[in-house]
């Protein structure tokens, strides 16, 4: 029973921090970090002000989570390689997985771009610390690739820094893209054309063969 109940308030509790994170999310990306308040981020997840606090600790803490959250789900892909992983199907599972949290998600994703254009005030000891490991070690990875031969002998930053750009492009400049597409949001074919699109070209240039991916599912 104790187990039970245990369980049952973790369940509570993994509901509303999800709840307020997405709720900050809405809100830092209309107002930025200076123009959001915990209130405001309160209203928005329908709690008091402090649950906020209670979960989360402080305004700095929830905005940082969230940054992290999500590059978390960007890498995830990356984070099971080895030297022995397909390189082709490794590079298009990065691209197409980035490519739909960017639509699925782009409140985080252009939250985070804010951060970084803002010259990263809350996330320098991260980019300079953890996610400068993290490359350092998914580079390590794709060296051993090339020495094998199943790639050409690139710079492995130099490629993760292209498919995050690549594929951050079509939400950072989403205006941009469907006016000149003359409609308001890419369709289901249009995404999987740009990951076709972007696989063809990073992976040749990489020289890789492309793999057989089937498309994007409809959800």
Same mark, same amino acid.
């Not at 600790?57 to 080895?82: C, F, H, P």
């Not at 639509?103 to 254009?117: D, T, V």
């Not at 995404?191 to 076709?196: A, F, M």
């Given at each position: 029973?104790?187990?039970?109940?245990? #369980?049952?308030?973790?369940?509570? *509790? @993994?509901?509303?921090?999800?709840?307020?994170?997405?709720?900050?999310?809405?809100?830092?990306?209309?107002?930025?970090? *200076?123009?959001?308040?915990?209130?405001?981020?309160?209203?928005?997840?329908?709690?008091?002000?402090?649950? !906020?606090?209670?979960?989360?600790?402080?305004?700095?803490?929830?905005?940082?989570?969230?940054?992290?959250?999500?590059?978390?789900?960007?890498?995830?892909?990356?984070?099971?390689?080895?030297?022995?992983?397909?390189?082709?199907?490794?590079?298009?599972?990065? +691209?197409? #997985?980035?490519?739909?949290?960017?639509?699925?998600?782009?409140?985080?994703?252009?939250?985070?771009?804010?951060? !970084?254009?803002?010259?990263?005030?809350?996330?320098?000891?991260?980019?300079?610390?953890?996610?400068?490991?993290?490359?350092?070690?998914?580079?390590?990875? !794709?060296?051993?690739?090339?020495?094998?031969?199943?790639? @050409? @002998?690139? @710079?492995?930053?130099?490629? +993760?820094?292209?498919?995050?750009?690549?594929?951050?492009?079509? #939400?950072?400049?989403?205006?941009?893209?469907?006016?000149?597409?003359? *409609?308001?949001?890419?369709?289901?074919?249009?995404?999987?054309?740009?990951?076709?699109?972007?696989?063809?070209?990073?992976?040749?240039?990489?020289?890789?063969?492309?793999?057989?991916?089937?498309? +994007?599912?409809?959800?």
């Amino acid at each position: 029973m104790t187990a039970v109940i245990a #369980t049952q308030e973790n369940t509570g *509790r @993994d509901r509303i921090e999800q709840s307020i994170l997405a709720a900050a999310e809405q809100v830092f990306s209309q107002h930025g970090y *200076r123009g959001a308040s915990l209130q405001a981020i309160a209203d928005q997840a329908g709690l008091p002000k402090a649950n !906020i606090l209670y979960y989360m600790g402080s305004k700095q803490a929830l905005y940082v989570r969230l940054l992290d959250r999500m590059m978390s789900r960007w890498n995830a892909v990356l984070e099971d390689i080895t030297p022995e992983s397909d390189p082709g199907r490794v590079l298009s599972d990065f +691209i197409r #997985t980035k490519m739909v949290l960017g639509q699925r998600y782009p409140e985080g994703s252009k939250l985070f771009a804010a951060e !970084i254009l803002a010259g990263a005030p809350f996330l320098n000891e991260y980019l300079a610390g953890e996610l400068r490991d993290w490359v350092a070690s998914r580079a390590a990875i !794709i060296r051993q690739w090339a020495v094998q031969g199943k790639m @050409d @002998d690139v @710079d492995p930053r130099w490629l +993760i820094f292209l498919i995050w750009s690549a594929t951050q492009h079509y #939400t950072e400049y989403s205006a941009q893209v469907s006016g000149i597409l003359g *409609r308001d949001v890419l369709s289901e074919e249009d995404i999987e054309s740009i990951c076709q699109f972007l696989e063809q070209v990073i992976l040749k240039g990489c020289g890789i063969s492309m793999p057989k991916i089937p498309p +994007i599912p409809h959800e």
